[in-house]
């Protein structure tokens, strides 16, 4: 199977798709077209295994980001940006034509990706087949159901406080951004009448026991669709947390015979093109693809450059998985960071470790997944290449949660990150029960009162509660007795201490309120010796582990930007990192 990575264009989009194909294969192609937001954000590597399952089956795949969404230029402030997702799945069909040789495009969408494909097929556009998982009826019915996604997580941040208003107008679902205008342009979309439609092949997908939307069955039907509906059986396990999506193979197969009962020729075997020519993702801005080549399996990256006539620095930035989220990094701030920075000549990789995004490995990590030794390790392959093909020799590590986590060991390891700045690490060293302690300390701290107690001791409480609260209690013991078990291994802590001084790192922690692994810190008495004196940390208010809200996304950028001026100004006064100014504070940012 060959996999190739292009940029394409769409009106005036750069467009990024990804296309699966054997050499022998269907006259007959496959065009995912992506949910919106946190969803494509948790689906993004189902689809990725769902893309290369029908391509194993002989039917080429491309999927891509909509414009202003993932590598694809553009934001959710475009004018017209609605009508741009729709003529762009015309374009992405015309391209897998063009690359794969095929001259029948199905579609397949998922949420608000079914809406568009269907509203693109209605317009007439060169669709045949359409695929439509968890689609609705109208875009007013869509907007509803993200918009209660929103409202819930709001929950989460400034302690139950969800007045903190958005920077920006329009509606924020899940840290994503629908302006006024492809609001307007939703809330006023109904999919009945559906010219253009007749002869059409349609399979709805259920989401698991959910059906199908009969509203929109009916209308199919009117406009002379043939409807067949299909066992979306595994929706929620793809809408699973990045870390844990499965890919839906039930749901492959299900497709895989749907098109099967349409007779198409095979084409004959031909080579797909090895290298796509990039154009940029913006005015200054040159973006590329960018892979290294490992033993087993091959790790993916978008590589940010200042257009020629920038003036360039000498420094490169990593920004490294957020989790399990793809290189575009929470909520895109990758990418907005990574193009803010090419416009001011500072290059920089958008890096896929193995088993995340478009890199190679196993379907689902898991959280313990996220930890191991040789995830740090591929980062150092990630320098190696950059010094050897760019003459890159200085780097800063950017990364958030265990993103964080990889840029404080790669620090550790290696001269050559000359600063790191990392927002909301979780630990420093991997542990398995780090997570089952803090949540015994939680327990205990919701079992404080008499009426608790009661509850307990009436069976209101389940079983594994009880066996939570005894352990708890023996750990108390052992704290009275002095073996109070540390959260962060002391002796481990104060050798990284002593590397990240000795290699002159500039290290910025960013902890939002509430996140434990600062009060640890704090409580253990393991915060950097006065004489690291470069590493600082800041505080700041609650936006959620991943920063979600718009507003906390803004205060993000501001800080990462903060940090990056600093470094630069740094390197071009000619002073060592060993001096700068960051002191270890607990400060508000």
Known sequence: MSTI????????YSLLGHIDALEARQNLGVLIVPPFGWEDVCSYRPLRF?????????IPVMRFDLPGTGDSSGNALDSGLFEAWVESIDDAAAELRAVAGVEQVAGFGIRLGALLALTAAAR????????LWGATATGRAMLRELRAFGNLERLEYGNGDSTASAPLPGVEIGGFLISPETQHALEHLALSPLPGMPSRRVLLLSRDDLPADAKLA???QSAGC????GNGRGYAAVMALPHEGIPPFAVARTIVDFLNRRSVPAVRATNLPKRAVIEGAGSGVNETVYTVDQSSDRLFGVLTEPAPAVPTAEWCILFLNAGAVRHSGPNRMWVEAARRWASRGVTSLRLDLTGIGESDGQETLGTEGLYQDHLVEQIQLAMDSLRSRLGVRRFVAVGLCSGAFWAFQAAVRSAEIRAAIMLNPRLFFWDPEVDRRRLLRRTVKGLSKWGDWCRLFRGDVPLESIRQVARIALERMQEAAGNRPLQIPRERMAEAWAAI???????????????????????????PPETCSQVQCLRVPNGGHTFRPLWAQKLAHELIDRELGAILQKSQTGGSHGDSEPQWATSEA
């Open 5 to 12: 990575h292009r940029w394409f264009r769409s009106g005036a």
């Open 50 to 58: 769902l893309a290369k399952t029908l391509a194993a089956n002989g």
């Open 501 to 527: 001084q000795r290699n002159g790192t500039r290290m910025t922690l960013v902890f939002t309120e509430g996140e434990p692994l600062l009060r640890e810190m704090e409580d253990e008495g393991q915060l």
């Open 124 to 131: 007439g556009s060169s669709l045949q087949d359409l695929i």
């Open 226 to 229: 043939g409807v067949e509906d």
């Open 218 to 220: 009916r209308a199919l």
